[in-house]
């Protein structure tokens, strides 16, 4: 059976599964549940200075998209941090790691932008022996708007200089969580590490309305006919923050920096891909908030039989994987070639491939053989876009099948050669005189 | 020999009888739909569109129902089917659109487009239909039948600004929808409210007690007005050339059909406790389970072939079925058993096919049966007197609808070709209104 254990920057848990900072782990009593549940971590939710706890809105916080039969796919929220009082909250967090030594708990931490609020509340959560802390500077909506949360993120030099305050002042581990608010997620990752943040953890949610109430005009949610940007999380966020998290992990000089994924896991699969792009644990939100704490069972089963089917005995076996075949478009083999294929027996005529093709592609799909409703593809004017393939009903009917070298492509006439890209492409006036 | 056996009103009670003549599919809620909309590929060229009679636009009402716009939804079928409320519960969409439906050839499972086609109507029908009238344009135009090919082009008639006067022979209009479909197929008086709401357009006179033959002339009617649209349906019932035919007993599927429609309290109806039904079409299926429905003891279908050659689709056949109807393949009425003036019995030829020839073949067994309905096809009788030329007994028309006379129009039941469906009725009507309109304004 495989191993789950993870050891993120010294922080060990039974298995890489931890919820991220949110609603879920504001106080003990979630907490608990979640550890009985048996996630491997939490992130406590963000905690502020000493003083009066902000207030959130009384009325809405979330709002969302669904597919058809109400299935969450995205969803947003005007929630701040922690509205408790910061005493209740550090006995809280110290009770439970009391209480729960085998489990990950990092603290979610957001004062203002000065060395001493950061000195006085580090040393207030080290007296807790939680294992680590978060700095937000993710948060999108409402504490930014106090120069706090993503407003901190959107400035490398400030991110720099906070997480240098944090290790100057604490001996806990620093994980620096990103806002994907901003134009290149690179600049933000490159300054925590130099500011000697031990971590990345990304992303934070994305500034986001879901929608707009056609009535009353008013953006969702509304609060009294008003509504704010609040921050997009979900299914619906995980491509972005996949590729976020592929920036840093390939980059020359962030490489390496160990990354603890967030944004739209909801199965293990999901984790297996974050972690395969590098991170070393998988935080999770929505998918709790949505179906409960019990999907992590499925989640850790999940991973584990699909490690033992690959024989990966630990996490650290496949941890990284798909991180050398993430390339510039540049760097693509423009000598690949590959045309769709209808598998017959599998189509079900719905025609969508055709439609696709036809209206917006590159009239690549008969609809008609011998009289009959019938698709298939023409090599001779198909260049393999693969939209076929991804609005096909049925998975696996259309397949993208690579011509072998030496072969000629019907629509070039030109025969499969080898590897070639575009730095070297004829057509690029900046080209280069050999290949990489 | 068959035992006394007795006909009579009240075997079951009111409360059962309304549980009995419930809706056969109830309707999809509002979430149902979305979810059932949802499950629509949105075909090119789409199969169920083609397989319609009336070609309805099915994949963008669907997709207009999953936009969350039913009404959008119902104004895409309404445009080609303004009986699209009545058609979606009485089509037989297991052999027309759900038949060919992808998901159905790949999976076994449609996209329910009849339910979600009555979720759309439903919804659009509880406010005044989406249509409103031309400039009015002068042209009279004669509906002689207020059935559903009827009402159908005399609604799209209207609409091209035209005064329709349409004429029925019954006291009510909408014919079979009104007197002939199966009580549970359209509950709460679902044919008047759609007569109403077609007739919301305006421009539409109704008179009733008034048919060709009875008060009408086509030669008349050809003066009076500028076109004349005949939706006669069919007048006559086959018979089974049987001696005692006129025994107590005997009944006509379709006259008790339209009596039990009629009928305000259906616990008054007499029901026999041992009923046969003559007939392989849907009026037999019709009636058989409606006789179920109203307390028979046993009732058994007798077919002259195999079921395969039934008219009644599978899933009707399937629907007796489970209503504890009995179906007799190969089964021919030989004699009509008599006891006094009253039907006891039926004796029955067993049937083979000898090559493709049905034959009888000798060997006969005898049922008893206190009731014994015909369901062997209706007829068109002509009553134009040999005014317009007629094709394998019926009106003969051309693509457009047009009879051999140049003024006169036919649909329905009553041309040569009609597959006597709703929904084909409902076309044929469509379709003459638009050549009348386009002879009218030429």
New interface residues.
Partial sequence: MADLRSNFVGIKSPNPFWLASAPPTDKEYNVVRAFKAGWGGVVWKTLGEEGPPVVNVNGPRYGAIH????RLLGLNNIELITDRPLEINLQEIKKVKREWKDRALVVSLMVPCEEEPWKKILKRVEETEADGVELNFGCPHGMSERGMGAAVGQVPEYIEMVARWCKQHSRMPVIVKLTPNITDIRKPARAALKGGADAVSLINTINSITHVDLDSFSPMPSIDGKGSHGGYCGPAVKPIALSMVSEIARDAETRGLPISAIGGITTWRDAAEFIAMSAGTAQVCTAAMTYGFRIVEEMKAGLARWMDEKCYATIEDFRGRAVPNVTDWQYLNLNYVAKAKIDQDAC?????C??AC?DTSHQAIM?EKDGK?HFEVMDDECVACNLCVEVC??EGCITMEPMKKGAVDPRTSRKVGDYANWTTHPNNPMRKQAAE | MAKAASVQSKRLSKQQLAANFADLHPPLSAHEALVESDRCYFCADAPCQQACPTSIDIPMFIREIQAGHPTSAAKTIFDQNILGGMCARVCPTETLCEQVCVREVAEGKPVKIGLLQRYATDVAMREKQPYSRAAATGKKVAVVGAGPAGLACAHRLALHGHAVTMFDARKKSGGLNEFGIAAYKAVDDFAQKEVDYVLGIGGIVVEHGKALGKGLKLAQLEKDFDAVFLGLGYQGVNALGLKHEGAKGVEDAVAYIAELRQAKDLSKLKVGRHVLVIGGGMTAIDIAVQSKLLGAESVTILYRRGRDAMKASPYEQELALSHGVAIQEWAAPKKLLIKGSKVVGLKVEETALKGKKLEGTDKSYELAADVIFKAIGQNYVDVTAGALALQDGRIKVNDEKRTSRSKVWAGGDCVAGNKALTVAAVDDGRRAAESINAYLKG
């Fill in positions: 597919g058809a039969d109400r079900i005529k719905c025609g969508r055709y439609a036809e609809k409703r009903p049925v």
